[in-house]
């Protein structure tokens, strides 16, 4: 298990309709991120070797409907939908000396969904801002690793499997048309 955490900031979008207090709509948006984790990971041989992990996310994109309740100028909602993120990874791997037997690279564009909440401010005419908690749970994603021996320059190409997910809390600013 590996635990990432890091910024992120991006841009947003989306359209409302409001009937009485009730409003209904669809956001999009689209993150840059620095998301980052490592761990170590054991040989199951008994060996004594080991590897060194480092993720990363460079990107996330969701679309989610929402549903909301207006008062007066505050608006709570709810939302769901699709996500996508950008994964990366680097590791090498050691023996049990210390020294490094080989590395390997990976990057993979996983897909999954999303369910949030939130609150929405309308602080002057045109303008909000908002706070927001999104939960996203990545389909297992299938790919594929290359290591490379350090001592023979040997590239081997092997797959992998791996599920992800992520807890965001983001703030905003809109401008409303």
Partial sequence: TISSSGVLGGVYGGYN???????IGIDGD?????????????????NGTYSQINDKVSWIATV?????????NWLLFVKGG???????????G???????????????????????TGVEWGFVPHWSAKLEYDYVKFSTANYNITETSVATGAATTYGRSATSNLSMVKLGVAYRF
């Fill in 17 to 23: 309709y409001q009937i009485n207090q009730f409003v």
């Fill in 94 to 116: 050691y023996f049990a000396t210390g020294v490094l037997a080989n590395t390997s690279t990976s990057a993979s564009d996983r897909s999954g969904w999303t369910i949030g």
């Fill in 30 to 46: 689209y993150s840059w991120a620095d998301l980052k984790g490592s761990g170590t990971d054991l040989s199951p041989t008994g």
């Fill in 82 to 92: 699709g996500a996508w993120a950008g994964f990366s990874s680097t590791a090498g």
């Fill in 64 to 72: 989610t409907g929402r549903l909301g309740y207006a008062m007066n």
